[in-house]
């Protein structure tokens, strides 16, 4: 019986909540924040609309971005079973290919729900699915180099959201302001990202991830992450202030401020500070995002 039992196999079927922890709920708030600063830059009524808002928020978070989270755990299934065996798939949990299936049949969910949106929605939901896989997968993998990889993500968590947050309600391609204010805050998500690749600097050096901290050293890439940050909002204030949104511009200019207070500290000692950063001084920087849809949302952008 004892020889029988240690050659018992592990079960066929993924764990519920192994499936659940494998598409992170905690990475979706991000796209959905940017999807709500798009739905409100949109000018339309949210409560009128409240049955696409919805859709859209989870278009963005429990599909998208969840597809991109099993995309990325399945082709980092090899380092994971060295650095994090726990994880839902080397620890067994989600067994055999099956998180390969799992962010596959979420990529069909994700873009059928995008269909039912309109074609501009479905176009915008392929680009984000080709950017998600492109992120993980062979043979782009962008997330090998920190200039490529961060990218991706920042327009994929900020960018494209947004974009898709008006274009659910408007049921059209949103206008210019709306488009460029998205682009600007993608930019400057790039630099959020590299925030979470001082605490894995070693490792990445010894995989061979290229990532700004490993490029760049530690103060060349604080230095960068601060500047990619904070040069697009500069941008964000002056447009508003020539767009006829003084008030919202001042806003963004008091959020900045702080925000460049916080970075000195940061900047004083990049890898013990980052997460503190990402704690305290990311909130400004979606709040000014906020701030901004407000400011299109009164200039009927």
């Not at 429990?62 to 597809?67: K, S």
């Not at 699915?129 to 961060?150: D, H, L, T, V």
């Not at 060349?220 to 697009?232: E, I, K, Q």
């Not at 002056?238 to 916080?262: D, K, S, Y």
Request: charged share 10%.
């Amino acid at each position: 019986m004892a020889n029988l039992a240690s050659t018992r196999v592990g079960p066929s079927l993924p764990q519920p909540s192994a499936v659940l922890q494998l598409l992170k709920p905690v990475t979706w708030f991000p796209p959905m924040w940017a999807f709500a600063c798009g739905a409100v830059s949109s000018g339309l009524s949210l409560t009128d609309h409240w049955g696409l808002v919805l859709a859209g928020m989870a278009l963005s978070g429990p599909l998208v971005c969840a597809t991109s989270q099993a995309v990325n755990d399945w082709y980092d299934r090899h380092v994971d079973a060295i650095n994090e065996p726990n994880r839902p798939i080397p620890s067994g949990r989600i067994p055999g290919r099956w998180g390969l299936y799992i962010a596959i049949i979420w990529t069909a969910v994700s873009l059928a729900v995008a269909l039912a949106l309109g074609p501009v929605v479905f176009w915008a939901a392929c680009f984000g699915m080709a950017m998600a896989w492109g992120y993980s997968a062979p043979p782009f993998r962008f997330k090998g180099n920190g200039w490529w990889g961060n990218a991706a993500v920042g327009l994929c968590y900020e960018g494209l959201p947004w974009f898709t947050g008006a274009a659910v309600l408007l049921a059209a391609v949103p206008g210019w302001p709306i488009v460029i204010l998205a682009l600007l805050y993608s930019i400057g998500a790039h630099g959020i990202m590299t925030l979470n690749d001082f605490k894995a600097i070693e490792g990445d050096t010894r995989m061979g991830v290229r990532s700004l901290p490993v490029q760049l050293g530690v103060a060349g890439a604080a230095r960068t992450a601060c500047a990619v940050m904070a040069l697009p909002q500069v941008v964000v204030i002056l447009l508003l202030f020539n767009w006829g949104a003084p008030i919202h511009a001042a806003a963004v200019l008091a959020l900045l401020v702080v925000e460049l207070v916080m970075m000195r500290r940061f900047l004083a000692d990049p890898v013990q500070r980052a997460l503190w950063y990402s704690g305290f001084g990311v909130p400004l920087f979606v709040s000014g995002m906020m701030v901004s849809a407000f400011a299109l949302r009164g200039l009927g952008a």
